[in-house]
């Protein structure tokens, strides 16, 4: 496999449905992987590029964003990124992106996208 991999929108699109049909979040780890890659910061970083177009294109087509799902190992939480820019003003959310409050927030977003998913 390449890097395109990764950049390729509607393959990760479609694992990420596959994962919200499952009901269940991905890390950033296992998404490289099933891309046929390991984990390295540059992917990590590609990758993300990639999770914002797949929002972009959902939102505008008023389905939930997937990049939620995606999560770090450690805490199982979106990466810095996804708390960044307008995401969290247009959620209302100004807490931090650790701990209880940011998990219970994930959580929320997370299951939007399982219910919205599960029967598609």
Do not use: K, N
Not at 40 to 52: G, I, S, Y
Not at 78 to 107: C, F, I, K, N
Request: net charge negative; glycine share 8%.
């Amino acid at each position: 496999m390449t890097d395109s991999s990764i950049a390729d929108v509607e393959r990760v699109r479609r694992l990420l449905i596959a994962a919200a049909r499952e009901g269940r979040a991905v890390s950033y780890s296992e998404l490289l992987s099933d891309l046929g890659h390991r984990f390295t910061r540059p992917r990590m970083r590609a990758v993300c590029r990639t999770l914002d177009a797949i929002d972009e294109a959902a939102i505008a087509v008023g389905e939930p964003e997937l990049a939620v799902l995606v999560v770090r190992e450690s805490d199982r939480l979106p990466g810095q990124g996804w708390w960044g820019g307008a995401r969290a003003l247009v959620l209302g959310y100004d807490g931090p992106w650790t701990g209880p409050r940011a998990m219970e927030l994930v959580h929320a977003q997370q299951q939007i996208a399982f219910d919205y998913w599960q029967d598609r």
